[in-house]
């Protein structure tokens, strides 16, 4: 197929150079071949340079005085109408090299294009090479402005050293989310599987494991467990992790605990017991400090009305993560965000332990809302801050990645953050998220967050390690049904009627 030319370098006061270039637009193709910000084209003056469209702008020389036509226009005709205008009329495109391909690979540019050198729209088989694209690969959608090429990323590069996805409310978080957790549930065996749990805050992938007539049905790999149905396995708990529950708690009051603790475990060597139990066994204790047993029967009394500690735990966790499965914890029913950082810990740290041990099968753990659980101001602690700031460190050489999501960004914990390996980002507009997410990648530049405050809902940038470059994406629409949320007018309506 024969290359699309799509301008010719030109000469500047400032270039061009190793660093950047422009180039003018042939006449013919303003109309026909636009060309975008963002987009990928290619020079093979001097082998194959490859470089990205920063910034485009049109200009014509008529109108390059004002008073000149503002006078003329007095007249009462347009300047177009007096003089050829539509001829002078050209666009220039700004470009930053990104390399020169050899074998596969790009290597430095160390001398620049020479003005006169033909601009071509990159060859699609270049672009999926230098992308790291991944035929077999998790399938998001297309690559913008490049609609014959597939973003399909290799499972390795995007998942293991774990996904932030960033963009304001209503920016299309969730929805890039679902189309994830498609893909990982239609990945064949033979292509290696992961198992996926989600802490649902808001009820979104419950549709995950319904029946579906209108379009991909999931619901026989799918699991929803209601926050109300969770129980956590009190005998598995530690005193520090207890004491982690009530951050008030004392070291003396901490080590009164892990003696009844121990006595209570030697009592039931072979049996599970719960808050109840250990409750009872605080209150039967005689060789206690009376203010010590008070305080520490009033936090734990404190913890049981969160009807959470049992003696066994729901879902089974070594049963319920399994490959090409996904466990959603349903915690849209629970208002107290104590108990969700609770659900969380438990989870969390529970299942991290399990891949240790490889007892089950390597996962991603989705966290919705994470500047709730993982927040950055010391001011805000959150008890499930310390186990995701764990996975984030450690998780990858273990099999158990992290998917967090965070419409406030500057308010996920920098820890987390900085260790995500890919960012995918949505529209932001907040100044403040916006510089955090600049200084949280090196290959995110100005230019590049101009463009993420203005994408349209429905697209979004990949950068980091699951591609070479950063990349904008056109999410695929979902296979599966989305959850039907209510206009706000609907809404107001059925109220009113149901009076």
Request: net charge neutral; charged share 25%; aromatic share 8%.
């Amino acid at each position: 197929m024969a290359q699309r030319e799509i301008g010719t370098v030109i000469a500047s006061r400032n270039g061009p150079t190793v660093n950047h270039f422009s180039f003018v637009l042939k006449e013919t193709n303003q109309k026909a071949i636009p060309i975008q910000k963002g987009q990928f084209v290619q020079l093979n003056s001097m082998g194959i340079l490859v470089a990205t469209v920063e910034d485009i702008i049109k200009t014509n020389r008529y109108f390059d005085h004002a008073e000149a036509v503002s006078e003329y226009e007095r007249g009462g005709l347009p300047l177009s109408a007096i003089f050829p205008a539509d001829r002078w009329e050209y666009i220039i495109a700004f470009a930053k090299p990104l390399g020169i391909l050899h074998q596969d690979n790009l290597t430095r540019v160390s001398f620049p294009p020479s003005p006169g050198d033909k601009v071509y729209f990159v060859d699609d088989s270049i672009l999926f090479k230098l992308l790291r694209l991944d035929s077999k690969g998790i399938s998001l959608g297309k690559i913008c402005y490049h609609e014959n090429i597939p973003a399909s990323f290799n499972l390795t590069k995007l998942f293991q050293k774990h996904i932030a996805i960033l963009a304001m409310s209503g920016a299309g978080k969730s929805y890039t989310t679902s189309v994830l957790i498609e893909e990982l549930l239609n990945r064949q065996k033979e292509h290696g599987r992961l198992g996926i749990v989600i802490l649902d805050v808001h009820g979104e992938y419950t549709s995950f494991a319904e029946k579906n007539d209108g379009g991909a049905d999931f619901s026989d790999r799918a699991t929803v467990i209601r926050s109300s149905y969770f129980s956590l396995n009190t005998t598995l708990l530690t005193a520090g992790q207890i004491a982690e529950m009530i951050p008030q708690m004392s070291q003396i009051q901490v080590r009164e605990l892990t003696q009844i603790l121990a006595e209570l475990r030697k009592a039931n060597s072979h049996t599970a017991y719960s808050l109840r139990d250990l409750l009872s066994e605080i209150e039967a204790k005689e060789n206690i400090n009376t203010k010590t047993r008070d305080i520490l029967l009033s936090w734990l009394y404190e913890l049981q009305s969160l009807h959470l500690f049992e003696d066994y735990e729901n879902p089974k966790l070594e049963e319920a993560v399994k490959p090409g499965h996904a466990l959603i914890i349903d915690l849209s029913e629970t208002t107290r965000l104590r108990k969700k950082q609770i659900i969380i810990t438990y989870l969390a740290r529970r299942l991290f332990n399990l891949r240790k041990r490889n007892l089950i099968s390597p996962f991603v753990f989705v966290l919705e809302e994470a500047h709730q659980f993982c927040p950055e101001s010391a001011r805000r602690s959150a008890i499930s801050r310390s186990i995701i700031e764990t996975y984030a460190r450690e998780g990858r050489k273990f099999g158990a990645s992290l998917l967090v999501l965070s419409q406030r960004p500057v308010h996920l914990s920098t820890t987390v953050l900085s260790q995500c390996g890919t960012h995918l980002i949505g529209k932001v507009t907040n100044p403040y998220d916006l510089d955090h997410i600049k200084k949280s990648s090196e290959q995110i530049t100005k230019e590049t967050i101009d463009l993420i405050s203005n994408l349209p809902t429905g697209e979004i940038l990949i950068v980091g390690a699951a591609t070479k470059f950063p990349v904008f994406i056109k999410v695929r629409e979902r296979l599966s049904k989305s959850p039907n949320f209510l206009e706000l007018e609907e809404a107001a309506i059925n109220f009113e009627k149901s009076l």
